[in-house]
């Protein structure tokens, strides 16, 4: 029996449908479908009776239930305990942040806070989304810094600041002394693609409605190298205006005929505990 297993069933036990079980946990259905089914067999029985209004516990399933809720929250606690013993005195306050968080407000953030408590120690964890809401899940942050949208049924999500996306390109580039740039320029720029961006798809609809498609002679999911190929003259590249360096090779053009912006947030996963160091900064991130 896996972990997943257990917070699938009991994500359908609260929301009595497998689509919405599957959107609050954060995966697709047929694999919470199939964790579903991969536990019935191993319980050897039906925990759920689908119908048109979503589906209900079996006997079986209302037996387990109350059961398998003891096993997560057990392990939720081995896990927080885990932890604290292992940071001892001095407990970091651990920071997951996406990778296209800009530097600047989050650590002139975390400098005001700590000088308001110098004794806090912060580690800050750039990672994946994925990676991020996982680590949330199984205690190894505090706070994860994104623009990913999720379920408020699982985390508790604090707004922080809205930023648009400009469009990064060299000082040498053709574009470069313009004021904006238009989605038609882009179509005929080529383009760096980051794939692991968040308003991705978002983006490349609002071309196609308009009639315009990008080109992406460069893709990559390291933000760093499409910066450095963008320094180089390679093309333009789309980012969130703070998370593009503030230096003289590179300049930031707002994208003219598009509004395409994003809200930057802080989450607490709902089901742990949240330290009281964690709720000032979170404050002070907001700020």
Known sequence: MEMNQIRYFLAVCEHRNFTHAARASNVSQPSLTAAIKKLEEELGGALFLRDRAGCQLTPLGALMRPRLENVQQETREAKAEAVRYVRLDRVPISVGVSETIGQGKISEAIERYRRNLPEADIELIVEQQDALLDGLREGRFDIVVTGIEVSPDLYRIDPLYREDYHAVVATGHALSKQRSVSLDQLANTN?????????????????????????????????????????????????????????????????????????????????????????????????
Not at 223 to 239: F, H, M, P, Q
């Open 191 to 287: 383009m760096l693609d980051r794939l692991n961006c968040e308003m991705r798809d978002a983006l490349h609809t609002t071309c196609a409605e308009q009639g315009h498609t990008l080109y992406a002679a460069y893709r990559s999911n390291r933000v760093d190298w499409l910066l450095e190929l963008a320094r180089n003259g390679s093309g333009a590249l789309i980012l969130p205006a703070t998370a593009i360096p503030n230096e003289p090779g590179l300049v930031s053009l707002p994208i003219a005929d598009v509004e395409i912006e994003r809200e930057i947030v802080a989450l607490r996963f709902r089901h742990q505990p949240s330290r009281k160091e964690a709720d000032a900064l979170v404050k002070e991130l907001a700020r």
